[in-house]
């Protein structure tokens, strides 16, 4: 979990700011922000990923309306109407 995050932070601090984020799990600051995450993803019984679009489009489909999706660095949040 670690051999990820810390060398995306070496890279960070020598100035490569745009390749860090490409490791997997390069946000994590100490190990429990890891397993916490990973536990989630486990756990979960079902994991779609979906982009801004797909999500969008999908909402309208099944009758929602004034569909909101916010881009966070955790993933999509989404606030509808319906």
Do not use: H, Q
């Amino acid at each position: 979990m670690l051999i990820f995050s810390y060398p995306s932070k070496l890279l960070k601090l020598f100035g490569n700011k745009s390749f860090y984020k490409k490791f997997p799990l390069w946000w994590g600051l100490v190990p429990n922000d890891i397993i916490l995450d990973l536990t989630d993803r486990i756990y979960a019984p079902i994991n779609i990923r979906m982009t801004k679009n797909e999500i969008t489009k999908t909402l309208s489909d099944v009758g929602f309306t004034k569909i909101e999706v916010k881009e966070v660095r955790d993933g999509l949040f989404i606030k509808v109407i319906k």
